[in-house]
C-alpha cells in the first residue's frame, strides 16, 4: 500500500494529478458499471458508520456466489427466490425464510444443531474469501484519503467491479491463503447463531427441516 505521494513521485506527476486520475478512472468505470451492471452500490446503507470495533468506517455489505463475484444487492420483495432458495448469512442478521443463519451455542447444543452450523460455515467460505479478495488486491480500501462519502463509495465500488472483472478474467492472487487468513483475524471468530428476536415460524420451520435432512459425519 503506498500513499498517493509516493505514486505521483513514481509517475514523475503531480500528487493532484494522481488524484485526479484515479477519479476519472473510477467515474468512467462507474459508468460501465450503469452500462451492464456489474455491481451496484447499496442505496439504503447510510444510518451508522461506527463499526463494532468503536471507529468510524463505510460497511460494505455483499452477496457473492460460488464464483466469488459480487452480485446486486437484494431489496425486499423485488428478488424471487426458487424452488424454496436463501442465501446464507452470519450472526449479523435475522433469521427469515430467504436468509438462513445459524445455532446460537449455549454449551448444550444437540448433533444435528452442530451438524448444521458447520455445514453453514462451510458455505459462508465464498464471501469470506471474497471479502479477503477484495481488501488484498485493493489495500487502499483500509485507508481511503479522504472524507467524502461520494468518492469514498465510488471507490469501493470501483474496487468491487474490478474484483469481479479479475474473477472473470481468472486473476487471482498468489496469497489468497495470507489474506483469508488476515481478514479473519481482523474479524475474529464469530459464532454463528440464531437472531434473539421473535422471527417467522416458517424461517424457523425451515431451518429446522434443513437441519434434519442433512447427513451427519460426512
Excluded at 460460488?66 to 424471487?80: A, G, M, P, S, T
Excluded at 469470506?128 to 461520494?150: P, S, V, W, Y
Excluded at 463509495?153 to 487471482?172: E, G, K, P, Q, R
Excluded at 422471527?199 to 447427513?215: F, S, T
Amino acid at each position: 500500500m503506498e500513499s498517493f505521494r509516493s505514486v505521483a513521485c513514481r509517475f514523475n506527476v503531480s500528487k493532484s494529478t494522481s488524484w485526479d486520475v484515479l477519479k476519472k478512472t473510477s467515474r468512467r468505470l462507474l459508468e460501465v458499471n450503469r452500462l451492464y451492471g456489474i455491481i451496484r452500490w447499496p442505496t439504503e446503507h447510510k444510518d451508522s458508520y461506527l463499526n463494532r470495533k468503536k471507529f468510524h468506517s463505510v460497511l460494505l455489505q455483499g452477496v457473492c456466489n460460488e464464483k466469488k463475484l459480487f452480485l446486486d444487492q437484494i431489496r425486499n420483495r423485488e428478488v424471487i427466490f426458487y424452488n424454496d432458495g436463501h442465501l446464507v448469512g452470519d450472526l449479523a442478521y435475522k433469521l427469515t425464510p430467504t436468509l438462513m443463519v445459524g445455532f446460537k451455542n449455549f454449551g448444550n447444543m444437540t448433533e444435528p444443531e452442530i451438524n448444521f452450523n458447520k455445514r453453514l460455515s462451510m458455505c459462508r467460505i465464498d464471501i469470506e474469501n471474497a471479502f479477503a479478495l477484495l481488501k488484498g488486491r485493493f489495500r487502499r480500501l483500509k485507508f481511503i484519503e479522504t472524507i467524502r462519502l461520494d468518492l469514498i463509495s465510488a471507490f469501493i465500488v470501483t474496487a468491487a467491479i474490478l474484483h469481479n472483472a479479475c474473477i472473470l478474467n481468472n486473476d487471482l492472487p498468489y496469497d489468497l491463503v495470507n489474506v483469508v487468513e488476515e481478514m479473519q483475524a481482523e474479524r475474529g471468530n464469530d459464532i454463528l447463531q440464531v437472531n434473539n428476536d421473535v422471527v417467522e415460524n416458517n424461517a424457523q420451520q425451515k431451518g429446522l427441516n434443513i437441519m434434519h435432512n442433512l447427513p451427519i459425519g460426512r
